[in-house]
């Protein structure tokens, strides 16, 4: 059974712009939640959608963005990037809705903002 | 609001050492617990878990108890090996409804041979 697919793995952007990170979670899961991991923040939860629905919101700015696709594939945008964005960007997924505590993630996209 | 506590690293560990890496919430509640695993280069592994008071979760060597009198969940091996050296994470996310999973900062070990 496949894994938890991230892609890009990596990717460098300059302020100002914009990026969309791609989550494809294990076959029959159908919540996927995002977290952002940083050395001085640790894992912030960012959002959790559930048959395509937003079901919870972390403490982010509306230049974070989220949404799922009826396949329980994600994305994730972030506009008008800062320098602050650099971070391990980590999608989870599970059978259920976030609850039970069991995710499985992915390897993470990292991203370097220069 | 839900939080962790974990003691702040980096552990450093000989092999055959003893592991004990503390971690303490604050939840509304009765929580279910976790302790989260990144080796380099990977995303999270699920450890073990706890849901309910005096419960123990273990796996790999690795045990942690749910103490709701101290609120605690520390984990515990008795002999840690170098394919240990990982940085672990405990979490929590509340019984009551549908809320994310918390998690502390993470604690880094390293075990050298």
């Known amino acids: 059974k496949a894994g938890v697919t991230q892609t890009p793995r990596y990717l460098i952007k300059t302020r100002g712009q914009q990026v969309t990170l791609s989550c494809s979670p294990i076959?029959?899961?159908?919540?996927v939640s995002w977290y952002q991991q940083t050395p001085g923040q640790g894992l912030q939860f960012l959002f959790e959608?559930?048959?395509?629905?937003?079901?919870n919101k972390g403490n982010f700015p509306g230049r974070f963005s989220g949404r799922q696709f009826s396949n329980s594939r994600s994305e994730m945008n972030v506009s008008t990037l800062e320098l602050g964005d650099s971070a391990l960007y980590l999608c989870?997924?599970?059978?259920?809705?976030?609850?039970?505590?069991?995710?499985?993630f992915g390897e993470g996209s990292r991203l370097t903002v220069l | 609001g839900n939080s962790v506590t974990q003691m702040e690293g980096p552990v450093t560990l000989s092999e055959e050492a003893f592991l004990t890496i503390n971690c303490t919430y604050t939840?509304?509640?009765?929580?279910?617990l976790f302790w989260y695993v990144q080796y380099p280069g990977e995303g999270l592994q699920l450890l073990l878990k706890?849901?309910?008071?005096?419960d123990k979760g273990s796996n790999k060597g690795f045990e942690a108890t749910y103490r709701k009198e101290t609120t605690s969940f520390h984990l515990e091996k008795g002999s840690v090996q170098v394919s240990d050296s990982a940085v672990y994470f405990c979490?929590?996310?509340?019984?009551?409804?549908?809320?994310?999973?918390?998690f502390g900062k993470g604690t880094r070990l390293s075990v050298i041979a």
């Open positions: 989870a997924s599970s059978q259920s809705q976030t609850g039970t505590g069991e995710l499985f």
């Open positions: 076959s029959g899961h159908r919540s």
């Open positions: 959608y559930f048959s395509e629905t937003q079901r």
């Open positions: 939840a509304t509640g009765y929580p279910s």
């Open positions: 706890a849901t309910k008071a005096d």
């Open positions: 979490a929590l996310t509340s019984n009551s409804g549908n809320t994310p999973l918390v």
